[in-house]
């Protein structure tokens, strides 16, 4: 089963662009191939790591509802969302990319979702890495897409409002039982905060930091250019320090 790392936060705190930063340093440590996971109903992990985006997996599920009449005899569900699921796989240079795309609309989905959680989970059995990105707030872990996980990776800024919503989401994933082994604070976007002050309000809040990404420059400019990480040139002072947390994570 792929090393899984799943990164959850409030919006807009950098989720993406940590997750694409992850994945491209993984493929740097020869750590490949990566399964990267765009589990954000509105897709965009696809522009960050310069990949083009397939079929979601949401329409996958919608086309097999529509056709489970029409199947061929002998053709079973799992089949079907097996080859579907090919069709959802943007394969790129040592990362492939699936995006979850839409969640459920007004049909029954229980029996279609049990077969592609199998499907998703024999397909995760062929990768080593897995990254995760995930939707902004707390959805994703209550509707458990956030499953047997090694790493749970926070994000939040250094505000006192999206600590609060760090500690909502780590005291979740701690009720639910959802097979997350271990879980990291990142604390995104600290411009001129003293690392000492902010380490200490978050442990009086119950969270232990697992790293700090200074404000980058860089990452803005290549998001307004629509460019993937990638791009970065080194000397990124986040690409360093998302660098560091990797480093971490892998050998903790
Ligand atoms: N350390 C940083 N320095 C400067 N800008 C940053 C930093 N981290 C992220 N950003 C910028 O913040 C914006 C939001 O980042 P991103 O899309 O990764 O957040 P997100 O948590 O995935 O958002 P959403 O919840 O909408 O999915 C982007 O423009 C990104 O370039
Ligand atoms: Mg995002």
Request: with cysteine.
């Amino acid at each position: 089963m792929a090393f899984t790392l799943a990164v959850a936060g409030k919006g807009g705190t950098g989720k993406t662009t940590i997750a694409a930063l992850l994945v491209s340093l993984l493929l740097k440590h020869g750590k490949q191939p990566v399964l990267a996971v765009d589990a954000d109903p509105n897709p965009n992990l696809d522009i960050a790591l310069g990949a083009t985006l397939s079929k979601t997996i949401g329409e996958l599920r919608e086309d097999l509802l529509d056709q489970i009449r029409k199947m061929p005899p002998g053709m079973t569900k799992d089949d079907y969302l097996e080859m579907g699921i090919q069709e959802c796989l943007s394969e790129g240079q040592g990362v492939d990319l699936l995006a979850m795309g839409c969640g459920e609309g007004p049909r029954c989905y229980c029996a279609v979702n049990s077969v592609l959680r199998r499907c998703i989970d024999r397909l995760r059995g062929s990768y080593p890495y897995m990254v995760i990105d995930n939707e902004a707030g707390l959805e994703h872990l209550s509707r458990s897409t956030t499953q047997n996980v090694d790493v749970l990776i926070i994000v939040s800024t250094a505000s006192p409002a999206a600590l609060k919503g760090a500690a909502r989401i780590l005291k979740l994933s701690h009720q639910l039982s959802l097979g997350i082994s271990r879980r990291f604070l990142v604390l995104n976007n600290s411009t001129d905060c003293d690392p000492g002050q902010l380490r200490s309000y978050c442990e009086g809040m119950g969270l232990e930091v697992g790293g700090i990404i200074p404000y980058d420059r860089q990452f803005v400019e290549l998001g307004l250019a629509g460019r993937p990480v990638s791009d970065l040139v080194n000397g990124s002072p986040g690409k360093q320090a998302v660098e560091e947390i990797l480093g971490k994570v892998l050998t903790a």
